[in-house]
């Protein structure tokens, strides 16, 4: 399953990365990406209906590829990008999502405008606290 292979094969970015695809899946036309197969995947392994994704639910998903137990932990690490102990959509889009497609220059400018509240043409620390502290995150140091 081609889902399956891009979670296996996702390194998890920085934080500035994360937040920009997280922006992207969520703000771009949807008819760039293809996320009818992306929710249908998402509600296939989201088998108890919650809205996330569990370790054991991973774990399932995965149970197929006779994967190790540490493998299958990292992947989820990996993909819980909230540290929250689960998987909601906005994450495992940002995992799955096609990255040509979601990373054009139009899309890639969009985020960056995103970023840049002050119009200045940078991104600069306080932008970025700004931005996180819109969407009530903090930025780390």
């Known amino acids: 399953m081609q889902v399956l ?3 296996k094969n996702f390194r998890a970015p ?3 990365q994360i937040e920009a695809l997280s922006f992207l899946v969520n703000q771009v036309d949807t ?4 996320f009818a197969k992306l929710r249908n995947a998402f ?10 994704l569990t ?10 590829l006779s994967m190790s137990e540490e493998e299958i932990n990292c992947i989820f690490s990996r993909m819980d990008f909230n540290h929250d102990g689960e998987i909601n959509y906005t994450e495992f889009l940002a995992v799955t999502v096609d990255r040509r497609k979601a990373l054009t220059e139009n899309n890639m400018l969009f985020a960056f405008h995103h970023f840049d509240i002050d119009n200045t043409g940078f ?6 606290e ?3 502290r819109r969407e009530g995150k903090h930025l780390s140091q």
């Open 43 to 52: 509600r296939t392994l989201d088998t108890d209906n919650s809205g996330t």
């Open 130 to 132: 700004e931005s996180f």
């Open 123 to 128: 991104i600069t620390r306080q932008n970025l």
């Open 55 to 64: 370790i054991n639910e991973i774990r399932t998903a995965f149970n197929e």
């Open 5 to 7: 292979r891009r979670i």
């Open 14 to 16: 920085k934080r500035l």
């Open 31 to 34: 008819s760039t990406f293809d």
